[in-house]
């Protein structure tokens, strides 16, 4: 799956989706598409991820007490 970055727009391939449903967890792996060269995995925070259309990702990906609310 891929997703943006909110600060530059570049491309990230998340490379493991379960991580990106749980809500326990702030941040995901993956690899930033820019350039031509394959990028090495990294850590990316989810609050500064979107869907390339640029919606947000859902609050339940993110917020463990989302129906609390």
Do not use: Y
């Not at 530059?8 to 598409?33: F, K, T, Y």
């Not at 500064?48 to 259309?53: E, G, H, Q, R």
């Amino acid at each position: 799956m891929f997703l943006k970055r909110k600060d530059n727009d570049d491309m990230v391939e998340i490379l493991d989706l379960e991580s990106l449903a749980d809500p326990a967890l702030s941040s995901v792996n993956g690899r930033q598409h820019a350039g031509e060269e394959m990028q090495d995995e990294e850590s990316f925070e989810k609050a500064d991820l979107a869907f390339p259309s640029g919606e947000a990702l859902p609050r339940c990906w993110q917020d463990l007490h989302w129906r609390d609310r």
